[in-house]
């Protein structure tokens, strides 16, 4: 970190140079170490982040640089480099306000950079760790609304718009939602491979959608589909990822690790390779929901040190490992991360039941105000984790 280098388009070795950050203050920038271009494409690469300036050597600031140094980008071409399928590309204008919501943050300026929207709670399946489980009374926000919502939290400076549910592939007007997220953000979407055609797939990459996360449980087949409650749940995720990345879409693998799928570790990330995933996120799963009463779930301290070993000596494709996040950073929620359920009742995560406000009440803003008096922004302790 903080290294001299060559910091604008090719680099004195021939590399390309994408730029983080540039002003009198801090200047950062990242290149692809060691990649060869092929078709206009990085292969076998990994990111190298340099930054100069007074605000280079602020532990944070340092923090949030490191996180990606050294780290294999989820996908670099001779225009953009997209470091994770959770970050919007470099360069944009969404990364650039990510950037500027980092930095503010330092003055103790809250951002709700990432905010879930869950749509509908309309879903086939019946996954045994829900953490927003169908209410019976088919909530569902109309497309207007959402449209308000995005509007609303563009304009407070959120620059990941996620879809949930439920199954939001199975919302009709989804494309028409995707394409309301102008260039201020990036939209991703959560399924399960329920209803995620190829034509639906085609429709979001044309409507800007960046990334599709598929959910998974197992990588065994028999094992997945008992955990989501339904025969051919996991040939459906499958199909899923092939249309994602037939569209052109960014294609990540999300698992929720309980201590039962520890072992599967490395037959998550070989079925994310030979799928051709961009990224494969590891989440900790979070007794609330259909598990709220489990508290045997989570990950013991020699899962964690297991997985972050795991993760130390991976190759491609990248891994996003969310418990180290939680380490280096602490809690998002109310801190960077807001959710929305399909009641309009507004969270400061969506494994926190905890409503904080309705959107059809009072403006989102007022509500992430009231959220700064959430206690345990930043913790190093997940509450819903006893």
Same mark, same amino acid.
């Given at each position: 970190?903080?290294?001299?280098?060559?910091?604008?388009?090719?680099?004195?070795?021939?590399?390309?140079?994408?730029?983080?950050?540039?002003?009198?203050?801090?200047?950062?920038?990242?290149?692809?170490?060691?990649?060869?271009?092929?078709?206009?494409?990085?292969?076998?690469?990994?990111?190298?982040?340099?930054?100069?300036? #007074?605000?280079?050597?602020? #532990?944070?600031?340092?923090?949030?640089?490191?996180?990606?140094?050294?780290?294999?980008?989820?996908?670099?071409?001779?225009?953009?480099?997209?470091?994770? =399928?959770?970050?919007?590309?470099?360069?944009?204008?969404?990364?650039?306000?990510?950037?500027?919501?980092?930095?503010?943050?330092?003055?103790?300026?809250?951002?709700?950079?990432?905010?879930?929207?869950?749509?509908?709670?309309?879903?086939?399946?019946?996954?045994?760790?829900?953490?927003?489980?169908?209410?019976?009374?088919?909530?569902?926000?109309? /497309?207007?609304?959402?449209?308000?919502?995005?509007?609303?939290?563009?304009?407070?400076? =959120?620059?990941?718009?996620?879809?949930?549910?439920?199954?939001?592939?199975?919302?009709?007007?989804?494309?028409?939602?995707?394409?309301?997220?102008?260039?201020?953000?990036?939209?991703?979407?959560?399924?399960?491979?329920?209803? $995620?055609?190829?034509?639906?797939?085609?429709?979001?990459?044309?409507?800007?959608?960046?990334?599709?996360?598929?959910?998974?449980?197992?990588?065994?087949?028999?094992?997945?589909?008992?955990?989501?409650?339904?025969?051919?749940? $996991?040939?459906?995720?499958?199909?899923?990822?092939?249309?994602?990345?037939?569209?052109?879409?960014?294609?990540?693998?999300?698992?929720?690790?309980?201590?039962?799928?520890?072992?599967?570790?490395?037959?998550?990330?070989?079925?994310?390779?030979?799928?051709?995933?961009?990224?494969?996120? $590891?989440?900790?799963?979070?007794?609330?929901?259909?598990?709220?009463?489990?508290?045997?779930?989570?990950?013991?301290?020699?899962?964690?040190?297991?997985?972050?070993?795991?993760?130390?000596?991976?190759?491609? #494709?990248?891994?996003?490992?969310? /418990?180290?996040?939680?380490?280096?950073?602490?809690?998002?929620?109310?801190?960077?991360?807001?959710?929305?359920?399909?009641?309009?009742?507004?969270?400061?995560? +969506?494994?926190?039941?905890? +409503?904080?406000?309705?959107?059809?009440?009072? /403006?989102?803003?007022?509500?992430?105000?009231?959220?700064?008096?959430? /206690?345990?922004?930043?913790?190093?302790?997940?509450?819903?984790?006893?």
């Amino acid at each position: 970190m903080a290294r001299a280098g060559d910091r604008d388009g090719e680099g004195r070795s021939g590399r390309k140079s994408y730029p983080l950050y540039d002003s009198l203050l801090l200047r950062a920038w990242a290149r692809v170490q060691e990649g060869r271009m092929q078709q206009d494409q990085v292969k076998e690469g990994w990111v190298l982040v340099d930054a100069c300036g #007074p605000l280079a050597h602020l #532990p944070l600031i340092k923090s949030a640089l490191q996180m990606f140094d050294g780290q294999l980008p989820a996908h670099a071409d001779s225009e953009k480099l997209c470091l994770s =399928t959770w970050i919007p590309p470099i360069p944009s204008r969404a990364f650039s306000r990510l950037a500027d919501s980092r930095l503010r943050a330092l003055l103790g300026r809250r951002t709700p950079d990432q905010v879930t929207i869950s749509i509908t709670e309309e879903c086939p399946n019946r996954c045994a760790h829900c953490a927003l489980p169908n209410s019976g009374n088919k909530l569902r926000l109309s /497309p207007n609304t959402v449209k308000d919502i995005i509007g609303q939290i563009l304009d407070m400076g =959120t620059t990941l718009v996620i879809f949930d549910g439920g199954e939001p592939a199975l919302y009709q007007e989804l494309p028409e939602l995707v394409a309301s997220v102008d260039d201020r953000a990036i939209s991703t979407l959560f399924t399960s491979g329920a209803g $995620f055609t190829a034509k639906l797939a085609r429709r979001l990459k044309e409507a800007g959608l960046y990334a599709v996360n598929v959910s998974l449980d197992s990588p065994i087949e028999a094992e997945h589909d008992a955990m989501r409650g339904r025969e051919g749940v $996991f040939s459906e995720a499958m199909q899923a990822i092939e249309n994602a990345l037939a569209a052109g879409l960014l294609v990540d693998h999300y698992v929720v690790l309980r201590r039962e799928n520890m072992p599967h570790l490395q037959r998550f990330h070989e079925l994310a390779r030979r799928m051709g995933a961009h990224e494969l996120t $590891f989440f900790e799963v979070v007794c609330t929901g259909r598990w709220s009463e489990r508290q045997n779930i989570a990950l013991l301290p020699a899962d964690h040190a297991r997985l972050a070993d795991f993760v130390r000596n991976a190759g491609a #494709p990248r891994i996003f490992s969310v /418990p180290e996040a939680y380490k280096r950073f602490g809690c998002f929620a109310a801190t960077s991360w807001m959710h929305i359920t399909p009641a309009g009742e507004v969270y400061p995560c +969506s494994c926190y039941p905890q +409503s904080w406000g309705s959107i059809f009440k009072e /403006p989102i803003k007022k509500i992430w105000q009231q959220m700064g008096a959430f /206690p345990y922004k930043k913790s190093k302790a997940c509450p819903m984790r006893k």
